[in-house]
């Protein structure tokens, strides 16, 4: 059972690039979620889909676009990257939107802006 | 303040210790409260969920909530070296019905159990 799935696992990309992140789930789960991950900032929120067709911002939205494709996939996209876009990012899936639904996360991307 | 704060350690503790790892939060109105973990170079993954004031009993884990003194804490019994990992505190602001899209994540304790 494959979870959450993103890819690229690495990736490295000069300062100005654009580049869309991947994820897919196979949990058949309505809500999906982007977050980064900085030394010693926790896990910070990015952009989120309650259901197939809507999108929001989250904590830190600026520099990047998302969008959910299906109910399965949701990208993410730096359309000019920058060296603070250097990060892990965690895409997630939980069942709703509900506070109580359990999050399951993908395995990360680490991403390089040079 | 920082909506949700943890110390960040390293907290070390010998193999068959208690070990606690405790989190504030400042949004009073926040009611979901979330312990996750993650090993290093690895994703987070949930180990305990706590609605309620008071304990929560999982196996060897105890979340225990104080929502008047905006508190949630986890204690592992009984610490092996496998439960060396870094544990995220997750608070929700807006509680059951709310938007996991509010899930505010803590920094993180880095805990270190010792053989």
């Known amino acids: 059972n494959a979870g959450v799935t993103q890819t690229p696992k690495f990736q490295v990309l000069k300062t100005g690039q654009s580049m869309t992140l991947q994820c897919a789930q196979d949990?058949?789960?309505?809500?999906m979620y982007w977050y980064r991950q900085d030394p010693g900032m926790g896990l910070r929120l990015i952009y989120y889909?309650?259901?197939?067709?809507?999108?929001d911002k989250g904590e830190v939205p600026n520099g990047y676009n998302v969008s959910r494709l299906n109910k399965r996939e949701f990208s993410l996209r730096l359309e000019s990257a920058a060296p603070s876009q250097t990060s892990v990012y965690f895409c997630?899936?939980?069942?709703?939107?509900?506070?109580?639904?359990?999050?399951?996360f993908g395995e990360g991307s680490w991403l390089t802006v040079v | 303040q920082k909506e949700v704060e943890q110390n960040s350690g390293p907290l070390s503790v010998p193999e068959g210790a208690i070990a606690s790892l405790n989190c504030t939060y400042s949004?009073?109105?926040?009611?979901?409260f979330f312990w996750y973990r993650q090993y290093s170079g690895k994703s987070p993954e949930l180990i305990m969920s706590?609605?309620?004031?008071g304990d929560k009993e999982d196996g060897r884990f105890t979340a225990q909530l104080n929502k008047a003194s905006q508190y949630v804490s986890l204690l592992i019994r009984d610490s092996q070296p496998s439960d060396s990992a870094t544990y995220l505190c997750?608070?929700?602001?807006?509680?059951?019905?709310?938007?996991?899209?509010?899930?505010?994540f803590g920094k993180g304790t880095k805990l270190s159990v010792k053989p």
């Open positions: 889909s309650a259901s197939e067709g809507t999108t």
């Open positions: 949990m058949n789960h309505n809500s």
């Open positions: 997630a899936s939980s069942e709703a939107l509900g506070a109580s639904d359990t999050i399951y």
């Open positions: 997750a608070v929700n602001k807006y509680g059951y019905g709310g938007s996991q899209g509010n899930l505010i």
């Open positions: 706590i609605y309620s004031n």
């Open positions: 949004d009073r109105g926040s009611q979901s």
